[in-house]
């Protein structure tokens, strides 16, 4: 995470692998400050590099995840059908390049296989226990996660019940969600 913002506000994004599918949801709320300059924004993306399909879900500075959703697809043209490499690439960029090292975001992204987090200071994490959360409701969406995890609902409905409960708990998250699910081949 970038040293100049410790905190990011203005959203949640989580991300599940359960039972061959992999969802990401985000919430719609944008913050300048403490006031709320839009409450439907979509933070969270399908891009189709080559045929592939990837969901990506961003929190931080809204300009900042664009470049580095550009930056993500082009990395997939370069090593098409490899997720984990163009993370990996993307993350060394991010942490080397003196431009992109000012940039103020976090993704979640997914092929439908794999589910990584990609941080500014050059990280591409694979989270424990198949659940992924960035942003500023991030840990509400995590602890909630987890808590439902092992029932019988689907990733699709652990995005959304963990969303809303960091939306009732997190003042820079709302309730105006947006999941997109990749299914897993078996």
Known sequence: MNSRNNNWHGTTIIGVSKN??????GDGQVTLG???MKGSAKKVQKLRPGGLEI?????GSTADAFT???RLERKLETFPGNLS???IELAKDWRTDKYLRNLEAMLVVTDGKDLFI???SGDVLEPEGNIAAVGSGGNYALAAAKAIYDTEIS????CERALKIAADIC?????NIVIETIKKEK
């Not at 969901?55 to 929190?59: L, P």
């Open 20 to 25: 061959n599918s992999v969802s990401i949801a």
């Open 34 to 36: 403490h006031t709320v």
């Open 55 to 59: 969901i990506v879900g961003f929190a």
């Open 68 to 70: 580095l959703l550009e």
């Open 85 to 87: 490499r163009a993370a």
């Open 118 to 120: 990609i941080s500014g």
């Open 155 to 158: 990733s699709e409905k652990i």
């Open 171 to 175: 003042v820079y998250t709302n309730h």
